[in-house]
């Protein structure tokens, strides 16, 4: 199958909302070090497009109610250098129009924004996660991913064609990236997002040694954090104060920019009428633009 059910684990702190999941490719090169999928994908930094992936999802999508939420993508991401030749994700999204599904996009790569006049001519919104502005620490959490102005910019390219933008402000790392969350959340702000999902670190197996050997002094602090949490759901969360106070601080910095906030699966609920994958801003099918 081609489009499955999105069940993160099963876990009991998840509140997003029915959809279906669409990874193009498996595996990703972006280097994450806090990526969960690579605890449990083989050769996951080794990227690899479906086979038959057209034909496989246009006989599956013709299956799909028309009201069905498709995710792009939640293992891998669906914008890996080599979709600028193969163009394999956009493709997709032209079957996926065509078929009239509303579809959000995932994403930490500015190729997203070849694909933003497309884009406006769907019931689609895109999430493009921002970790952090530096550069640097950019280059040693997300080695692989496109640098954060070249995101920001994506950000406004697609906001400035009329896609819904969300921010992922995730995840926030204690002593890496938490004492950049006004500026995170402003910059997001002015790039056009409308909406920002965030949650702490949640250490799959793996996962915190890698942190711990780029970032040693911040990374042992770490370590000493998560010796009070918990594990739920296969990941290994920190002290649930920790977290809420983290949250409170982005969700305070939201509302001054006017921004709709939810957490990811760290057991807050979003506010009525807010989705907390940011799907809520999906357009409706009367306000989507005609691709020219």
Known sequence: MILNPFDPWKSRLCTCPSKLSLNPYTGCPHGCLYCYASSYIPNFRTCRPKTDLPRRLALEAARVPQGRLLAMSNSSDP???????????RNCLEILRARGLAVQVVTKSCLVARDAQLLAGMRACVAITLTTLDDSISRSLESGASLPGQ????MEKLAALGVPVSARIDPIIPGINDAEIDDLVSAVSRAGALHITSSTYKARPGGLKRIMNA???QGAALQRLFAGGEMMAGSLYLPAELRRGLMERIAASAEVEALTFSSCREGSEPAPGINCDGSHLLPSQDKVKPEE
């Open 79 to 89: 914008y890996p250098p080599m979709e600028e030749k193969l163009c394999l994700s």
């Open 151 to 154: 995101r920001l910019k994506a």
């Open 215 to 217: 970032f040693p002094e």
